[in-house]
């Protein structure tokens, strides 16, 4: 594969950036990689696993040259990075973040972006449970989706270049409109989160069934459905924040099917149960 970006620099270094480190030096797509991270013993893994050529100390350092430079830290952090290595992003270059709400995170770098400089959103969906810098690796995007939430008047060349680098690393990409980004987000994944993260704290509050007995008999049910509330508490929180609207939509139409359901199974309505779960078993059969 030929080189897309001269230099990329990954600001954060825990799965997602970790991956497309892993994804372009793989595939050759990176003249070099510059990577940063806010905590030190981050930045000291980082370079004992190689995961860049050059840590550096400074946001800024890492970002000086860059051609292409990826938000890849929790989206509640987006704005304060934006802010700091403003002033030191290369006239052309283009920055795209990585982050799971696309409006947000819009209205807090955008400002920032200086004329000349081309800013184009992003977020792959593709991820684990897992987080930090040991935790990428880089099949991670192959065949899953990666939208670009480009912004009215965005670079038509840009947004391409880095379409290009998407694809490069084996994701499938399209374009969608930030709000509804967010929308389509909050049912597919936001919304689902919250419900696993509910689940366990259901299960530990309990006191007829102990902590013991749910972790020893833990059946598929609980093991699969769950699996995703072992996902960092800094990102979702940060998700939760920033996507509310969205994310209580959701919510509240869960709550209204649950109560319907609830009402089927006290009234003893199997024909009611039966229907309900023949449609979402044939909805849910279609999804690979
Ligand atoms: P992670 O927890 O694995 O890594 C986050 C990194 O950001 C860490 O290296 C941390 O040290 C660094 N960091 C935190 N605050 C910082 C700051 N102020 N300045 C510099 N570095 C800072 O997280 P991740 O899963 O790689 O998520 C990164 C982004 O990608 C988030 O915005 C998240 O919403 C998005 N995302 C995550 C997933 C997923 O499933 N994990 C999927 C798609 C998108």
């Known amino acids: ?51 860049c050529d050059c840590i550096c100390d400074s946001a800024t350092e890492a970002v000086t040259g860059a051609d292409l430079v990826v938000l890849a830290v929790p989206v509640g952090a987006m704005g304060d990075v934006a802010a700091e290595i403003a002033p030191h992003l290369a006239p052309g270059a283009t920055v795209t973040d990585v982050g799971s709400v696309k409006q947000a995170v819009i209205d807090a770098v955008g400002p920032h972006i200086p004329e000349g400089v081309h800013f184009i959103p992003g977020h792959p969906l593709a991820g684990t449970e897992h987080s930090g810098p ?13 939208l670009l939430t480009p912004l009215p008047g965005s670079d038509v060349q840009a947004t391409d270049r880095l379409s290009r680098l998407v694809a490069a690393m084996g994701a499938k990409t399209d374009r969608m409109e930030p709000g509804h980004h967010d929308l389509v987000l909050a049912v597919t994944s936001h919304a689902p989160h919250l419900i696993a993260y509910t689940m366990v704290g259901v299960a530990d509050h309990l006191s007829r069934v102990t902590d013991e007995e749910v972790i020893q008999y833990s059946a598929a049910g609980f093991r699969d459905f769950t699996r995703i509330a072992a996902s960092d508490p800094t990102m979702w929180r940060d998700v939760f924040l920033h996507n509310k609207e969205a994310t209580l939509d959701i919510l509240g139409r869960f709550t209204e099917e649950l109560f319907v359901l609830q009402r089927a199974i006290r009234m003893g309505d199997g024909d009611q149960l039966f229907d309900y779960f023949s449609r979402t078993r044939a909805i849910r059969r279609g999804i690979i």
Do not use: K, P, Q
């Open 134 to 146: 040991r935790s990428g690796f880089a099949t991670l995007f192959r065949n899953r989706w990666w």
């Open 1 to 51: 594969m030929t080189v897309i970006y001269n230099r990329v620099a990954l600001i954060g270094l825990g799965l997602i950036a970790g991956s497309m480190a892993h994804a372009m030096r793989e595939s050759g797509l990176a003249g070099e990689i510059t990577g940063y991270a806010r905590s030190e013993a981050t930045r000291d893994t980082a370079r004992e696993i190689g995961l």
